[in-house]
């Protein structure tokens, strides 16, 4: 059995990261969807806030199941018997942000990164613009996992 960990701020998740727990279950045999918690940031919905609609609109994916996690991340991989992180790229800043990161996970601890390209129709889809667009009164419901467009709205609309 090949565990592998989607990890993210989530806040909140996206039709673009629904699709990357998708493909990752479909290539992995038991995906961990972690949510990592930043101490330096507030948030707009809480970690277990965060956790609850990912649950929610995970439902229905088979082998998908739902975390939550403060730390190092390659410690968390290591407890769950995880061999790799899963990343969705929308773009080269995607791939310059995230590569460093993946090399120092190999590095410290052997745990590889795959990255799958996002899908292209959601490549500038990201939770910051949807709660920046909500907050100003726009809409970015096609953009969001029903449950998760209502909550946003309610919070920020
Ligand atoms: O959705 P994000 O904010 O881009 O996710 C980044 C995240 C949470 C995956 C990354 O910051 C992370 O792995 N944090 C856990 C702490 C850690 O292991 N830091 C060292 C990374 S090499």
Same mark, same amino acid.
């Not at 018997?81 to 990343?87: C, D, F, P, Q, R």
């Given at each position: 059995?090949?565990?592998? &960990? $989607?990890?993210?701020?989530?806040?909140?998740?996206?039709?673009? +990261?629904?699709?990357?727990?998708? #493909?990752?279950?479909?290539?992995?045999?038991?995906v961990?969807? $972690?949510?990592?918690?930043?101490?330096?940031k507030?948030?707009?919905?809480?970690?277990?806030?965060?956790?609850?609609?990912i649950?929610e609109?995970c439902?229905?994916?088979?082998g &998908?199941?739902v975390?939550?996690?403060?730390?190092?991340?390659?410690?968390?991989?290591?407890?769950?018997?995880?061999?790799a992180v899963?990343?969705?790229l929308?773009?080269?800043?995607?791939y310059?942000?995230?590569?460093?990161?993946a090399?120092?996970? #190999?590095?410290?601890a052997?745990?590889d990164?795959?990255f799958?390209?996002?899908?292209?129709d959601?490549?500038f889809v990201?939770?910051?613009l $949807?709660?920046? &667009?909500?907050?100003?009164?726009?809409?970015?419901? +096609?953009?969001?996992p029903g449950?998760?467009a209502?909550?946003?709205?309610?919070?920020?609309?």
């Amino acid at each position: 059995m090949t565990t592998v &960990v $989607c990890p993210g701020s989530f806040d909140p998740v996206t039709l673009g +990261h629904l699709d990357i727990f998708r #493909r990752a279950a479909e290539l992995f045999d038991d995906v961990i969807v $972690c949510v990592v918690a930043n101490p330096n940031k507030q948030g707009t919905f809480t970690i277990s806030e965060r956790k609850a609609l990912i649950d929610e609109v995970c439902a229905d994916i088979p082998g &998908v199941r739902v975390d939550s996690f403060y730390g190092l991340l390659v410690d968390y991989c290591r407890e769950q018997g995880a061999t790799a992180v899963i990343k969705g790229l929308r773009d080269s800043t995607d791939y310059d942000y995230e590569l460093p990161m993946a090399h120092m996970n #190999r590095s410290i601890a052997e745990i590889d990164t795959v990255f799958l390209p996002t899908r292209s129709d959601l490549s500038f889809v990201s939770s910051s613009l $949807c709660r920046e &667009v909500t907050r100003l009164g726009g809409d970015v419901s +096609h953009l969001l996992p029903g449950p998760v467009a209502t909550a946003l709205k309610e919070r920020l609309g």
